[in-house]
């Protein structure tokens, strides 16, 4: 493989931070430009790591209505707790590649899905491989969340407004 890696994606520009084409908000040129612009970004960016407290968090209240109503046992219920730390370290070493490849924006958007699709194969699970499944893909994508937000945040924040926020 060469050194040059086409894009994932081949729609266009509209994921990459420079591009003129921009998904929701406009350009990146003008987003830097407006503080309030940058703050917002920076709020709805910010939602992202919401997503691991819900996924940590999700099942101790809900416990004994899982397990009395799929019959799991605690241990197969202790597992299900637990996978959503092994996907978030695999989502955490994908998305360094994951963000190089289709720039932050395009990463946060792909991690959209598995936590979209997790959600959902744990809300209609009938047994525990949904459960395990969608444990799985929520924390595969909360590790790229982790890893994409900050580094996100730190690239929309145009230079007058670092100098504040690292005094």
Not at 90 to 99: E, F, K, P, R
Request: proline fraction near 4%; include cysteine.
């Amino acid at each position: 493989m060469g050194g040059d890696s086409k894009p994932f994606l081949h729609t266009g520009s509209w994921y990459r931070m420079g591009s003129r084409q921009s998904s929701v908000m406009g350009s990146s040129a003008v987003i830097r430009d407006c503080s309030i612009s940058v703050v917002a970004c920076v709020l709805i960016v910010a939602l992202g790591p919401i997503q691991f407290g819900f996924t940590q968090v999700y099942s101790f209240p809900t416990q004994s209505a899982i397990v009395s109503d799929l019959g799991l046992t605690v241990s197969v219920f202790s597992l299900f707790r637990s996978l959503s730390n092994v996907g978030a370290m695999v989502g955490a070493i994908a998305s360094g590649q994951i963000s190089d490849y289709i720039g932050r924006k395009g990463a946060l958007m792909v991690a959209a899905i598995p936590n979209i699709i997790g959600w959902l194969a744990i809300s209609f699970a009938h047994d525990s491989s949904f459960l395990y499944m969608g444990r799985l893909l929520e924390g595969f994508g909360v590790g790229i969340i982790s890893y994409t937000v900050p580094v996100y945040i730190a690239e929309i924040a145009p230079q007058n407004m670092r100098r504040l926020w690292a005094q």
